[in-house]
């Protein structure tokens, strides 16, 4: 089989999505926790691996889904009545190999904002803004401990909220585009031989992220744990609690992170092909796994709905089939 163009790319973007274990037989669950039903994904939009088109970052708007592309920095709108896919937004094209497009937000007043992991100085790392009409991006934010952010996630006063996962560090980001380091530590670090080392042969630590008024949530890839990180009344950061895990098995290769419409959290775990939830007293339970899901990265939902990008990035950098997309399950 021939060689994708991005193949270069996979070693690097295993940073952020770390695969190992084959994917568990297809199956979908119900929670645990929750005796309803969940419907089995379905494909809201599928994209071409063979030209790059991987998605990790999700955004959900009133009527569309914003959607990037890893390797090559594309943002694309997808429309959510007819799954229609339209261009967008660019962001700075990485480097094959030493770079990639990470997680997405978007803003009250409509622009998107994306983050943008870069190894070499020839590409800047750091937080873009993409303008609610399209277009190329422009660099909002950026900082020295910041070459690796991944999940995007806005708090109620406009600050944007980054996770970093090489330096295991949430960064607050104001208005204005000024970035500090919020929160770091023991944690948040990631650690390259946790679980059985089953990662890429590097730390990845802070990654999914969901940011509340009264404390700020985030999963550690490498040490499979969900972790809710306290706010001072002076709006910085407490001591870390851990509300799930360590877990390998549940939440080894844990990636995107939401909650869900009763107030539990729902994580991608990529590379175990699965999407868990978990209960306020920590208990881990699977909603959906196996195909159609291909190593999903980020979940969000509107209403009811639960979204997620399928990543594809094991199979597509192997050369195998791949199902890249936007998934929609009934929750």
Known sequence: MRSLPF????????????????????????????????????????????????PEGLALTSDAAFVGFAPTSRVV?????????????????????????????????GEIYAGLASFVPEVQAGIYRIAKSGGAATLFAKDAALPFPNALAFDTDGSLFATDSGTGSVFRIDPAGHAERWASGPALTGDKEACGAAGPGFAIGANGLIVEPDAVYVVNMDHATLLKIPRTPANGAGEPVVLAGPDCSALGGADGLTRAPDGSFVVAVNRQNKIVRVSANGGVSTLVSGPPLD?????????????????????????????????????
Do not use: W
């Open 7 to 54: 193949a270069p790319l996979a070693i690097l973007v295993l940073a952020a999505a770390c695969a190992s274990a084959a994917p568990p037989p297809s199956a979908v669950h119900a929670a645990a926790d929750n005796a309803r039903p969940t419907a089995a994904p379905a494909l809201v939009a599928h994209f071409d691996a063979s030209v790059g088109e991987l």
């Open 77 to 109: 709108r997808v429309d959510a009545a007819t799954g229609a896919v339209t261009p967008f937004g660019q962001l700075p094209t990485p480097i094959a190999g030493k770079g990639f497009m990470t997680g997405l937000a978007s803003a009250k007043t």
């Open 295 to 331: 190593f999903p990265a980020t979940v969000a939902y509107r209403s009811d709905t639960l979204f997620a990008t399928n990543f594809a990035l094991k199979n597509a950098s192997a050369g195998k089939p791949a199902l890249p997309g936007l998934l929609r399950i009934l929750d």
